[in-house]
């Protein structure tokens, strides 16, 4: 390599952290959704420091012996400029792990990006949409009021 060259190396997954990022979401989302079956549904309002900051709805898409497809997405935002995220996640029973495999604008995530790409997706794009989700359902854990009781509570 000829001297001051710069050469660009490609991102490499860390399997480790979105491997416990995906744990931590299962031991999430089973607190957050008791019933596992398809079209159950339930929805949470979120608050904080008693002021009302929009309502979460987790609904069961699809439910099979091993899997679950779950939609998560925010149905009211308390201000005109919030974006109403949305994510799709398969919940993997026997792995105990929950991916998300799709977003609002993002239909099928890819587990590495090249970079740059006409999306303009990180190269880490997966790992940062299952951070977001692991703070979004955690955000739903401490902040958010369901007429639902979570499991283990």
């Not at 792995?95 to 880490?124: G, T």
């Amino acid at each position: 390599m000829p001297r001051g060259e710069w050469v660009k190396q490609r991102y490499v997954p860390d399997i480790a952290k979105f491997g416990a990022i995906c744990e931590s979401n299962y031991v999430r989302i089973n607190k957050l959704l008791s019933d596992m079956d398809e079209g159950s549904e339930v929805i949470y309002q979120l608050h904080n420091d008693g002021m009302y900051l929009g309502d979460i709805r987790l609904q069961v898409l699809e439910s099979s012996r091993y899997t679950n497809l779950i939609m998560l997405e925010q149905i009211q935002a308390a201000g005109k400029w919030l974006n109403n995220p949305q994510l799709i996640v398969r919940v993997y029973h026997d792995a105990r792990m929950v991916e998300v495999i799709s977003a609002a604008d993002h239909p099928r995530v890819e587990a590495v990006n090249d970079y740059p790409n006409h999306k303009m997706h990180l190269p880490d794009e997966k790992l940062q949409l299952n951070q977001f989700l692991s703070e979004w359902l955690g955000y739903c854990l401490n902040h958010g009021h369901s007429s639902v009781p979570l499991k283990g509570f």
